[in-house]
């Protein structure tokens, strides 16, 4: 995952058009830290043309704020430029690589 340090370069990625998986997570967050490699590995396995960023909150609270992030880790998922849905704290990986699967499929064939 790549490491976000402004929100221009933020917004840059998601106005590519391509897929975007924006993940909010914390240093002291032991979610994030077990979720993020899953996430990460079934992701890039599943769908490669999505580009994956992590904002870490400590660091960059003018982008957590710009996306009205309240609570971590969360997800974002952005499709053609806009926000498809989000899903955060305690979730079923298997289910949300479902969730992706059909618009995924649709924006991207």
């Not at 929100?7 to 993020?36: A, D, H, M, Q």
């Not at 298997?94 to 924006?107: A, D, G, V």
Request: aromatic fraction near 10%.
């Amino acid at each position: 995952m790549k490491q976000a340090k402004t929100l221009i370069e933020v917004e840059n990625i998601i106005n590519t058009g391509n897929p975007v998986l924006i993940y909010f997570s914390g240093e002291n967050c032991s979610v994030c830290k077990v979720l993020k490699p899953k996430i990460e590995e079934e992701i890039s396995k599943n769908f490669p043309l999505f580009d994956l960023i992590e904002v870490q909150t400590d660091l960059h609270k003018e982008i957590t704020s710009h996306f009205t992030v309240f609570s971590i880790p969360t997800m974002l998922i952005f499709l053609d430029k806009k926000e498809f849905f989000r899903r955060g704290r305690n979730i079923s990986v298997s289910m949300f690589m479902e969730e992706i699967r059909r618009p995924y499929n649709l924006m991207t064939k």
